[in-house]
């Protein structure tokens, strides 16, 4: 493992950057980061390009490793440890945004989690060089959420691939499954109590599954689920209407900040994170739905692991938006469900594992085929590191080994 250096009288600091799939960013071994949280927020500001202090509109992010929108900002800090049931990678996500220097510690990112077993193969902290299936317990922080990862390496030694939308080409395919992914953030499956809520005379759905979303009927909105994401944001109705939903949807939830306190509505309309939100219709493709999904702030391009994963299980709820359009039954007895959830890559496939009981529906797991790869492994130097920031490295570069 690579440990901060000193170069030209500069600190370099070690990290992966590396995609897991359709969103990109970095992924930084834990033991080496700084202990203070304010140093190593400071650390990521670097890293990524975004705005020490205040905001700066339009910033592109040249002078960082991030890349505009928020799948492409994301960092997490992973380490490997043993537990109860073995080897397990604990992992703690920073998601980012370019305009400003604020980092949400609130999340996961299930597109960004396919990565984190692929790097700890890279770096050697565990061996899969014998041909099969190869599993890794990954325990995320943000959420108190695990997840099961799993790779599979051929016969010839090499990783089986996968093709996805949204991305090009073969790559290693890395399957999650979700356990227990009820309540994530909120401690239920419905938040607001409701299977369906009326917002600013549209009818959504409030469903935490991995993350908590706001599934809106897009016929409310004036919209199919079809359009591009680009005529989307453009549509400055449209996206005004959306915040104002998602903010009083989050509220309806009451969503908190990571320590318990309850978001304001003002932090919920400038959130990059919570509630995920979505229109969605009836497919047209050969899926079960249609969706346009937004992570809140920008859309996203295909569709994300957890929102994914929050819209299969929504198709199983009675009476709500997604489970109107879908029409999705369970029985007594713990099934696989499949749904091919249609976005702007093309469909998606997503798995619930759940049954019906008398006091309602229970989700057992929820699954998702993903692809990722290493992009560059390296030192970056940052260059105006505070002197405190320099201390923390200086410290961290000394430890044993």
């Known amino acids: 493992m690579l440990y901060p250096k000193k170069h030209n009288n ?7 950057h590396m995609r897991g799939g359709t969103s990109t960013g970095l992924v930084i071994w834990e033991d080496i980061a700084p202990r203070q949280t304010e140093l190593r927020e400071e650390l990521l500001r670097h890293l990524m390009g975004v705005p020490l202090i205040g905001e700066q509109p339009g910033n592109r992010q040249i002078t960082g490793l991030g890349r505009g929108p928020a799948t492409s900002n994301k960092v997490f800090f992973a380490t490997l440890e043993q537990s109860d049931q073995g080897l397990r990678l604990v992992s ?21 989690s396919s990565a984190l077993q692929i790097w700890a193969i890279h770096t050697g902290q565990i061996d899969a060089s014998a041909a099969g299936a190869h599993t890794l317990e990954i325990f995320n922080t943000n959420t108190g959420v695990s997840t099961t990862s799993r790779v599979v390496i051929d016969s010839d030694g090499q990783f089986s691939t996968a093709e996805i939308p949204g991305v090009m080409g073969l790559h290693p395919a890395v399957d999650l499954f979700l356990h227990n992914p009820v309540g994530a953030k909120t401690g239920t499956l419905l938040p607001t109590g409701n299977a369906t809520d009326v917002i600013d005379g549209c009818r959504v759905s409030c469903v935490d599954v991995a993350v908590p979303m706001v599934i809106i009927r ?30 009083a949807a989050g509220l309806k939830m009451q969503l908190r900040h990571k320590d318990g306190r ?13 509630p995920k939100v979505c229109i969605v219709a009836a497919p047209r493709d050969g899926g079960d739905i249609a969706v346009r999904y937004f992570t809140p702030q920008t859309g996203h391009n295909s569709m994300a692991v957890s929102g994914g994963c929050c819209l299969a299980a929504a198709t199983l709820i009675p009476g709500s938006v997604a489970h109107d359009i879908a029409g999705k039954s369970l029985s007594a007895e713990a099934t696989e469900q499949f749904i091919g959830i249609e976005n702007p890559a093309g469909i998606l496939g997503a798995s619930v594992i759940a049954r019906h009981t008398p006091e309602g529906i229970d989700i057992q797991q929820s699954a ?9 492994q390296g030192y970056m130097p940052l260059y105006g590191a505070s002197p405190a920031l320099q201390q923390a490295l200086a410290e961290i570069s000394q430890l044993p080994r």
């Open 10 to 16: 500069i600190w370099e600091f070690p990290v992966h």
């Open 92 to 112: 703690t996500l920073a998601q980012l945004a370019a305009e400003h220097g604020r980092i949400d510690w609130s999340v996961n990112c299930g597109n960004m």
């Open 218 to 247: 897009a016929e409310d909105m004036g919209k199919t689920a079809t359009e591009t994401m680009q005529a989307l944001e453009a549509d400055p109705h449209f996206m005004t209407r959306l915040k104002v939903i998602w903010t």
């Open 262 to 274: 309850l978001l304001t509505a003002d932090e919920l309309a400038a959130s990059e994170t919570i």
């Open 368 to 376: 998702y085929q993903r692809s990722a790869q290493v992009l560059l």
